[in-house]
Nanobody, 126 residues
């Protein structure tokens, strides 16, 4: 079993930056998990934001965040990050981290991930 806890959300203005963290705990070897970030805005479906492979070699981003967001992981800290720069009001959402213990890289489909955090709210004002 893996527990995921997100943090780092908040209320910021357009153009600001935030760094989200996702800490994994439980009976796990963090380096064996493919990880991802998803988000869900009010009234919308959950959508893919970014994904990273087990060792951090492979990354991918949604078109809407490419060039502004950076996903990374620190194995020694059992932590994954999402650095978000040049935030826009349309980035407002609850951000979730997710883990997949079965693949080297899980990609953009939420159904591939087995474990999810509770989410952290990001609100960007214009």
């Amino acid at each position: 079993q893996v527990q995921l806890v997100e943090s780092g959300g908040g209320l910021v203005q357009a153009g600001d930056s935030l760094r989200l963290s996702c800490v994994a705990s439980g009976r796990t070897t963090f380096s064996l998990y493919a990880m991802g970030w998803f988000r869900q805005a009010p009234g919308k479906e959950r959508e893919f934001v970014a994904a990273i492979s087990r060792l951090g070699v492979t990354t991918d981003y949604a078109a809407s965040v490419k060039g502004r967001f950076t996903i990374s992981r620190a194995g020694a800290k059992n932590t994954m990050y999402l650095q978000m720069n040049t935030l826009k009001p349309e980035d407002t959402a609850v951000y979730y981290c997710a883990a997949d213990p079965t693949q080297r890289y899980a990609g953009s489909f939420s159904s591939q991930y087995d474990y999810w955090g509770q989410g952290t709210q990001v609100t960007v004002s214009s």
